[in-house]
């Protein structure tokens, strides 16, 4: 004889998947004819069989969901981790327009004492003009230092001394402009002050390209890097 489980009618509401028989009559159990005296009135069994059955419906039931949750999961993952790569070249790129419009204000301020005879020239390669023994100093070797490429090789915004391009130019105390100023030609060459400096103005400007985080994808509709630039003007001393 199957061993039966005992519960009230209300407590199956709701348990889909449970076979559920009404207890015999009370005289067919024990002959007692009397209804009213029967324990098992207005009750039901559940077997040992239908809750076995039960049982692995559950399983199966637990089963699909942990694979279903797992698809989803790989469907998810590869769009956040675009967005978050987004994000990140975002911020990437708003620090690294402060950084360069404060290594571009390093500039100008040394450019500020670039009167002839003074040693600070517009490039390393200016330094040849200067008189022996004296001290050189390039405006465009400040930037790099700001940019943190004064030792060469790739600094942590993944840029490198040659992708960078330094401007340096301006106008003399009486309007003569000199130099790669604002507005010039792009083979204008950079220059510092010749004549006339004091009250004159001195311009650093700073570009160049930021790889992107997220290029291999947005690479293929033109974007593989953003351009960034910097730019500081002052009063030569």
């Given at each position: 004889?199957?061993l039966?489980?005992i519960f009230p009618?209300q407590g199956l509401?709701?348990?889909?998947?449970?076979?559920a028989?009404?207890?015999?009559a009370?005289?067919?159990?024990?002959g007692?004819r009397d209804?009213?005296r029967?324990?098992w009135?207005?009750q039901m069994?559940v077997t040992?069989?239908?809750?076995r059955?039960?049982?692995?419906?559950?399983?199966?039931r637990?089963?699909?969901?942990r694979?279903?949750?797992l698809v989803?999961?790989?469907?998810?993952v590869p769009?956040l981790?675009?967005?978050f790569l987004g994000?990140?070249?975002?911020?990437r790129?708003y620090y690294?327009g402060?950084?360069?419009?404060q290594?571009?204000r390093?500039g100008a301020?040394?450019?500020m004492?670039?009167s002839?005879g003074?040693?600070?020239?517009?490039?390393?390669?200016?330094?040849?003009?200067?008189?022996a023994?004296?001290?050189c100093?390039?405006?465009?070797?400040?930037?790099?230092n700001?940019?943190g490429?004064?030792a060469g090789?790739t600094?942590?915004?993944?840029?490198?001394?040659?992708?960078?391009?330094v401007?340096i130019?301006?106008?003399e105390?009486?309007?003569t402009?000199?130099?790669?100023y604002q507005?010039?030609a792009a083979?204008v060459?950079?220059a510092?002050c010749?004549?006339?400096?004091?009250?004159?103005?001195?311009?650093?400007?700073?570009?160049y390209d930021?790889?992107?985080y997220?290029?291999?994808?947005?690479?293929?509709?033109g974007?593989?890097?953003i351009?960034?630039?910097?730019y500081?003007t002052?009063?030569?001393?």
């Amino acid at each position: 004889m199957d061993l039966e489980y005992i519960f009230p009618l209300q407590g199956l509401r709701g348990n889909s998947g449970v076979r559920a028989v009404s207890r015999p009559a009370a005289s067919q159990v024990s002959g007692v004819r009397d209804a009213g005296r029967n324990p098992w009135a207005g009750q039901m069994i559940v077997t040992r069989a239908a809750s076995r059955s039960t049982g692995r419906a559950e399983a199966r039931r637990r089963t699909r969901a942990r694979g279903q949750a797992l698809v989803e999961f790989a469907l998810v993952v590869p769009v956040l981790m675009v967005i978050f790569l987004g994000m990140i070249d975002l911020g990437r790129a708003y620090y690294a327009g402060v950084v360069t419009e404060q290594a571009a204000r390093e500039g100008a301020r040394l450019g500020m004492n670039s009167s002839p005879g003074t040693g600070v020239v517009a490039s390393l390669a200016d330094c040849a003009l200067v008189q022996a023994n004296a001290d050189c100093t390039p405006i465009k070797s400040q930037v790099l230092n700001a940019l943190g490429l004064g030792a060469g090789g790739t600094n942590y915004l993944g840029i490198n001394p040659e992708n960078v391009n330094v401007f340096i130019g301006g106008y003399e105390s009486d309007g003569t402009a000199y130099g790669h100023y604002q507005g010039a030609a792009a083979n204008v060459a950079s220059a510092t002050c010749p004549a006339r400096c004091p009250g004159g103005q001195v311009q650093v400007e700073v570009r160049y390209d930021l790889p992107l985080y997220t290029q291999f994808l947005v690479g293929k509709l033109g974007f593989n890097s953003i351009n960034v630039r910097g730019y500081a003007t002052a009063t030569i001393f």
